[in-house]
């Protein structure tokens, strides 16, 4: 709900009330972010001003009691008196940084729009707020969506420069203010291979951030962080996410000041930022999801889950097909006889959908060459795309394909025809990594290129399921596509070309599963899921290290965008050994799929994994849908638990995993969150009937670990209440 009276400003849902106000003088003063109020605050006596040394008045005021330096600013700005990071900066032709936005007005918008080129949430009545810069004559937008259920509000800004030339040098999504107190910061860090690991520290004076500037979001940091009480909990205390809609390069930023306020800022990454804006033109920032929750960093995820599921991901959105892709099975060594057996032995799995990884293009036979000549090997497949597809349909299988379309090799019939095309910088050495270059996405004829042969392979060869990969990151962002004096905006450019294209083959092939993969979750981010709703989570399947991986990515990410797949031991990552029981449960939680090559497993194991996807065809709504309990931290101690409720908590599913098995060990114990506790539960593992406040309290015990990294799954449904239970 959005109340305005009296100059304030009161967006509140469910739970939780985000309140600023104008001051007299034209300022956006942030009053208030946290439980729902019922009703506006009279902020002049419960904000008191003080004069503070060194805090300068406001612009031409002698009222020493109010000054930028110390206010909560709803869009911080340079030159007026706030010494902290800003939100917003631009140089003016006369080389002026100063600018001074006040209030000019406010609409309330019954739909929401999206930012021009990028991705955004769905969503209705939102508010937008006019400020205009004295100095310069240009318009800031400050738009702000409320989601009342999922407790989110999502905000972005936009520039309209309403005089001369300028450049812009930083232009956030947000920011918000906190009142002083002792906070944590909670982010999700990581490397190829490790992604998506929660890290929690004490925010203390002086600026914390995160940030890419890759032109991918980037394995090291996912574009999220919280600010959490310190003593919040999983399931206590107050906690406020921050998850961007961007796949780029971005920053996120916490600034704690001298007076213990703490601000938090994001959005695109402004260390390299420059961006010419004529007269006329308009500049908008990728949209920043933020969510308020008392209840926890559990209750805040949940949150994240809902609002992205439910107004992010395409409402067209399939189930995830059970795979088999051939990546880890084969590499870039297959024949036609090897890939017909890898069909069959998939299909007699019980696999929905064969991907062929990696390989099948030109003379593609090693990561050396041939990227960007997207033309089948015919040797290699035993015919065209067609008779593969073919092969797979007859075995009642979907047919997918790797693809990495924002990429070219040296040796390429492409760079040998066009040298030009790749991104590079005149009189420096052209800059590889693994063999590649990046093709120049921002050059209009590379785009149509690229349009036009991924046409010809998703339309002609039955192709339902596509793997886009990305796996180098951009160096020499730069453009000769671009005039002189735009060619310093490459690293934004490359990012709205990349959803030029994802935009225009999403709308053009709704019949086909985009799977997204950066070497694994590379660009695993907010802005990736709008077009691809899954994502390859990680390189490394390995179960022990997927349960940090997964456990981390669920922090925002709903499980349905995650991608997971029973892989052979010793794992490839790790060298590591564990049960395929263990590989498979911990693949359930999520999109399931496998990595290995059938025909090396035994009967026994064959069987096994029947019974696994079997299992995930059953599950997998629940697992899509329902609400995640982390209930065992693989962080913080030796197991890893999540389970998932459906909304109407009648079914749930856990996974259990011990990593090292301890001699003589306490009883394990699983407690249930979530559940009803009026209602029975059968415990379809041992057929035995608890209550579920039984199951919550008491909890049940798990068995004593014998041996490293087994593994256990709980499937519960709601059964009638017997007497005896109660
Ligand atoms: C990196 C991906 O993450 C892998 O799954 C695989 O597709 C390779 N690229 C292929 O080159």
Same mark, same amino acid.
């Given at each position: 709900?959005?109340?305005?009276? &009296? ?5 509140? /849902? ?82 002026? #940084? ?6 000019? @007005? ?5 739909? &929401? ?9 769905? @969503? @209705? ?37 309403? /005089? ?14 906190? $009142? ?42 996912? $574009? ?63 949209? =920043? ?120 090799? #040296? ?7 066009? +040298? ?44 339902? *399921?596509?793997?886009? !990969?990305?796996? #180098? ?20 450019? *490359? ?24 070497? /694994? ?9 709008? *077009? ?18 997964? *456990? ?10 995650? !991608? ?5 031991? +010793? ?46 065809? &059953? ?22 638990? =999540? ?57 049940? +015990? ?23 239970? !109660?």
């Amino acid at each position: 709900m959005i109340t305005i009276g &009296k100059g304030i400003f009161h967006l509140s /849902g469910d739970a939780f009330s985000y309140i600023f106000r104008v001051l007299p003088e034209g300022y956006l003063q942030h009053l208030y972010y946290g439980r729902r109020l019922s009703g506006y605050i009279d902020s002049e006596d419960l904000f008191p001003p003080h004069a503070r040394s060194f805090s300068p008045n406001f612009p031409g005021s002698s009222d020493n009691r109010y000054s930028l330096d110390t206010l909560a600013c709803e869009f911080p700005v340079f030159g007026t008196g706030d010494f902290r990071e800003g939100a917003f900066l631009a140089e003016r032709r006369d080389g002026s #940084r100063v600018v001074d936005f006040r209030y000019e @007005g406010y609409e309330i918008l019954s739909q &929401k729009s999206r930012p021009d080129g990028m991705p955004g949430y769905r @969503g @209705g009545e939102t508010l937008s707020v006019r400020l205009k810069d004295t100095l310069s004559g240009c318009i800031l937008t400050l738009y702000y969506t409320v989601y009342e259920k999922e407790g989110a509000i999502v905000r972005r800004a936009e520039l309209l420069n309403g /005089g001369e030339m300028l450049r812009l040098l930083r232009l956030m999504s947000f920011c918000v203010d906190f $009142p002083a107190q002792e906070y944590d910061v909670i982010a999700l860090s990581g490397a190829y291979a490790m992604e998506r690991s929660p890290v929690r520290m004490h925010a203390e004076q002086g600026i914390f951030r995160i940030s890419s500037a890759r032109c991918a979001s980037s394995h090291a940091h996912s $574009p999220f962080l919280a600010l959490a009480e310190r003593d919040a909990t999983e399931e206590t205390g107050q906690v406020f996410g921050f998850s961007l809609v961007y796949s780029g390069s971005f920053v996120l930023r916490t600034e704690r000041d001298a007076l213990g306020s703490v601000r938090v800022t994001g959005g695109i990454n402004d260390s390299e930022f420059c961006w010419t804006l004529q007269g006329g033109e308009k500049f908008c920032t990728p949209e =920043m999801a933020i969510v308020f929750s008392d209840k926890g960093i559990g209750s805040m995820s949940r949150a994240f889950h809902d609002l992205i599921r439910g107004e992010l991901l395409p409402l067209n959105r399939q189930d995830t097909p059970v795979v088999l892709n051939s990546w880890e099975a084969c590499g870039f060594s297959f024949d036609p006889q090897s890939l017909s057996e890898l069909i069959h032995g998939a299909a007699e799995l019980g696999a929905e959908c064969f991907v062929l990884d990696d390989g099948w293009f030109s003379k593609r036979s090693s990561d050396r060459s041939s990227l960007g000549d997207w033309v089948a090997n015919t040797e290699k497949l035993g015919g065209g795309l067609d008779s593969l597809a073919r092969l797979c349909r007859k075995n009642g299988l979907r047919f997918g394909l790797w693809v990495e379309p924002e990429m070219i090799s #040296r040796d390429s019939e492409l760079y040998r025809c066009h +040298p030009e095309w790749c991104v590079h910088c005149k009189g420096l050495a052209y800059i590889e990594s693994r063999n590649q270059l990046v093709l120049d996405l921002v050059n209009p004829e590379v785009r149509e290129y690229i349009k036009s042969c991924m046409d010809k392979l998703f339309s002609s060869a039955e192709i339902s *399921y596509v793997k886009w !990969d990305m796996n #180098r990151n951009v160096t020499e962002a730069l453009s000769y596509a671009l005039p002189e004096e735009r060619r310093a905006e490459y690293s934004h450019r *490359y990012v709205l070309a990349l959803y030029e294209l994802l935009e225009y083959f999403t709308e053009k092939y709704p019949q086909i599963f985009f799977l997204g993969c950066s070497g /694994g979750g590379g660009r695993y981010d907010a802005g990736m899921l709008y *077009y691809f709703p899954v994502q390859w989570a990680s390189d490394n399947t390995d179960a022990a290290d997927r349960c940090h991986i997964q *456990y981390g990515g669920s922090y925002v990410y709903p499980l349905c965008t995650s !991608d997971n797949h029973v892989s052979s031991c +010793p794992n490839l990552s790790t060298g590591r050994t564990t049960p395929l029981k263990t590989r498979a449960d911990v693949a359930s939680l999520g999109g399931f799929g496998l990595e290995l090559d059938p025909k090396r497993l035994s009967q026994q194991e064959r069987e096994e994994l029947h019974g696994y996807i079997a299992r995930q065809k &059953k599950l997998r709504k629940l697992v899509a849908d329902g609400d995640v309990y982390r209930l065992k931290d693989p962080f913080s101690g030796n197991e890893f638990c =999540m389970e998932v409720v459906s909304k109407d908590r009648k079914r749930v599913y856990a996974v259990w995993v011990n990593m090292l098995a301890p001699a003589n060990p306490p009883q394990p114990r699983l407690r249930f969150r979530g559940l009803d506790s009026e209602k029975a539960y059968r415990v379809e593992e041992t057929g035995k009937i608890y209550g579920g406040d039984v199951l919550m309290n008491a909890g049940l +015990p798990l068995p004593l670990p014998y041996g490293d990294f087994i593994s256990g799954t709980f499937t519960l449904s709601a059964t009638e209440r017997r007497e005896k239970y !109660d």
